[in-house]
């Protein structure tokens, strides 16, 4: 743990040494501020870059504080909040003569032949729509990005929980998306695509990897941006 002081301001923040050239300031949900650096980096280097990095380093912790999400357990009942590709959406469950779940005006639909209250219930139907979304959607951008690079022999998709990516891949056979991914909007499943696709060619961070991914994925850093805000950082 390092301290900035910039003015009134006081940070603490984890300082984090890598075999890279650039720094690069991340701020996670939790409030919690990470810095990483080359290993050569100096305390003066360092302090100039978090200088200049000041306002956005405000911007985020304001966010964060501001609509900083209370962990706890979904019941899955009217009133509760979901993302779905970067919009929120309220949760409205009414009894119906058959199951279905839609979205409209702002709202995730659920119409359950059980009673409202069953969250049991409404969580299976819910978890239902939000798989066949995620199949759908994932496997449209997948194939739009796959047709940017010239492979012979393409990967296959495959969707795996991961508490620390967002995506990730398998020698040259297999890639991965985090589920949670179907609640960021499509240029960021677009993004974490592409990332995966240039490692089948390249695997480190290397030079040859960026030369890639930036003629791939033009500016591709603002959407990493987003993605960092979501607290997984790539």
């Known amino acids: 743990m390092k301290k900035f002081v910039f003015g009134t301001f006081i940070y603490e923040y984890h300082l984090i040494k890598q075999d890279r050239k650039t720094l690069s300031l ?45 962990i706890y357990q979904k019941e899955y009942i009217s009133g509760e909040g979901y993302l779905y590709l970067g919009r929120q959406y309220k949760l409205v469950v ?15 639909m659920v119409s359950s032949t059980k009673l ?40 296959v998709l495959k969707i795996r929980e991961m508490k620390k990516r967002w995506g990730s891949f398998l020698n040259k056979d297999k890639i991965f998306l985090n589920p949670k991914l179907i609640s960021t909007p499509k240029e960021c499943i677009d993004y974490v695509i592409v990332h995966e696709l240039c490692h089948l060619k390249y695997k480190n961070h290397d030079k040859r990897f960026f030369e890639l991914f930036n003629k791939k994925f033009p500016k591709w850093e603002k959407v990493k941006d987003k993605l960092e805000i979501l607290g997984v950082g790539i």
């Open 26 to 70: 991340t701020v996670v949900p939790d409030l919690k501020i990470i810095l990483k650096c080359p290993h050569n980096a100096d305390d003066k280097r360092i302090e100039e870059f978090l200088k200049r990095k000041w306002f956005w380093l405000e911007k985020q912790l304001s966010f964060f504080k501001k609509y900083q999400r209370n």
């Open 94 to 108: 009414k009894h119906g003569k058959e199951d279905l779940v839609t979205l409209t005006k702002g709202k995730l």
């Open 116 to 155: 409202v209250s069953n969250g049991n219930y409404n969580k299976k139907l819910i978890d239902i729509w939000f798989l066949e979304k995620m199949q759908k959607i994932f496997q449209e951008r997948f194939s739009a990005m796959l047709d940017k690079f010239d492979y012979k022999n393409n990967p």
